[in-house]
């Protein structure tokens, strides 16, 4: 049921998520950043200058695509750039003058909530440049880092393969949990037994039982003065009392009491020792299957929320 319920909200969500944001757009040669004297563009400046956008959630990779737009006419002999840099990213080059597009990936995939603007050339007060050079940065915010059908469907393949790991996970340890439950009552529950069936009170009865076998016999065979039912039950309380088997068949030779691992015998011995061993190492912090199951079943939703977050991502690819 909470599986059920925390898809059901990831595909609200999903329906209700803003529209993209539009590019934002800085000027990079201007008459803004540079002085206009007889129609040339001097000491141009590019100073560093902070860009910032508000981040969601993403289940694919993400790239900010940095595009620079030249018209007019911006020639020049020096090699004008400018850089971007972003927290955890790698910096990208800016080369302006060539109207190219490069791309700033945050760490991981992650979408770049922030990024600096500088200039990466010294050449940049130097140049004289054509009154009617004008030349502007396009920033595409996070935009999905995709260009194909095959690497869209090889994400969500990703996706998929992380959430089978992940159910797998969960259903092993959904079987530690149930065995570490199962394994404590069982081995409880049989030393229980073993302890009340080897007590003095056990012992001294199957002795007597074997004392009182001589007894029984001749009540039963040569007592006239019992009925034929008095005598069918000594035949049954006879019948019943090698049940009880005798002392020595819970001792060890040295007369001590057997343990449990005695009983279950040689075959048995080696397995219960490892098992007992390992009890034993885990006796100050044992594992909590329990809560690492209950984890592993949250991870397995929050895997299944990211597939329908990234097939709604990648949707223009995946149709």
Known sequence: MKMRIALAGATCALLLAPEARAADVIDLISPTRCELRFNRLLNCRINPLTLSTPTAETAVPLRTALRSVVSGNCSTQYPLEAKAEAPGAAPVV???????????????????????????????????????????????????????????????????????????????????????????????????FRVELSNETMQELRAAALESGPALESMILNCADLSFEERLALLRLHGGLWVLGKPEDWQRPDGTVMTLEDHLGPNAAEILSRLNAIIDRQTENPPDYEQLYEDAVTEVTRLKNKKLLAQAQLAPWLQ
């Open 94 to 192: 800016i080369p302006y003058l060539r109207g190219t597009e490069v791309q700033l990936r945050g760490p991981g995939g992650a979408p770049v909530g922030t990024f600096t603007l500088s200039d990466n050339s010294t050449w940049t007060p130097s140049a004289v440049l054509d009154g009617s050079c004008l030349i502007k940065l396009e920033v595409r915010w996070n935009e999905v880092d995709v260009s194909s059908a095959a690497e869209a469907h090889a994400l969500i393949a990703q996706i998929d393969s992380a959430i089978t790991a992940a159910e797998n996970h969960a259903a092993r340890m959904e079987e530690l949990m149930l065995y570490q439950k199962a394994y404590s009552f069982m081995h409880s529950l049989a030393d229980r």
